[in-house]
């Protein structure tokens, strides 16, 4: 292993360690100690991947972020659209323990944007950022008559909105709302518009 690929393995397993910490504890009790205990690294070598928390969090954010896009098969021109656009609903949604642990990540985001201009900034990024994802994903369903045509923006905020206002009923563990409902309901409110069948597929995460 050279030792570019050794910097590269090392900040990796530290992004990991740093999500997994911050969705534990929460960010305002995280240290830079804590996180290269759990990471394995000296704090020295923590210190000279990110000088600060704030620098750490905004990349495990963006890492985390990065990571969840990967697991959809969105890039697989392959797949039917509407089955890429179900696994990325399912992404957005607390639907395993990683995914619940990627969102405890946005509720800290949320948090910390409210009061601190960097952390909202970050924020409206990576909101562009899954706007785009999705808006990719329907454009390409129009362009192959899978979908009819309609408001890409308005469906992809639609999405966003839902998978939001659900997912924390989700992590609440809300007795009135559960996985299958949750999908269910995103579904059949953009079905019409993109003139699908409003039930939610059966997919699996990719792999």
Do not use: N
Not at 49 to 70: C, I, N, P, Q, V
Not at 75 to 81: G, T, Y
Not at 141 to 158: N, Q, R
Not at 165 to 194: C, V
């Amino acid at each position: 292993m050279t030792k570019a690929e050794r910097a590269l393995e090392t900040r990796e397993r530290i992004l990991t360690a740093a999500c997994e910490v911050i969705a534990d504890i929460g960010f305002e009790h995280v240290s830079m100690r804590k996180v290269a205990e759990h990471a394995g690294v000296s704090k020295a070598l923590l210190h000279y991947h990110f000088d600060t928390r704030e620098k750490l969090f905004a990349e495990a954010m963006t890492h985390s972020f990065a990571k969840t896009g990967t697991d959809t098969g969105s890039e697989d021109d392959s797949l039917p659209a509407a089955v890429v656009l179900a696994r990325i609903v399912r992404s957005m949604l607390p639907t395993d323990e990683e995914l619940r642990q990627d969102w405890k990540l946005w509720q800290e985001l949320w948090v910390r944007a409210l009061r601190d201009g960097t952390a909202r900034h970050l924020a409206v990024d990576l909101y562009d950022q899954l706007h785009a994802w999705v808006a990719g994903v329907v454009e390409r369903g129009i362009a192959s008559g899978e979908f009819t045509e309609c408001d890409v923006a308005a469906i992809s905020t639609l999405v966003l909105a839902l998978c939001d206002g659900l997912g924390i009923r989700l992590m609440l563990e809300d007795p009135r709302i559960g996985l299958t409902a949750a999908q269910s309901t995103i579904w059949r409110a953009i079905a019409p518009a993109l003139g699908i069948d409003p039930i939610f597929p059966e997919v699996s995460p990719a792999v």
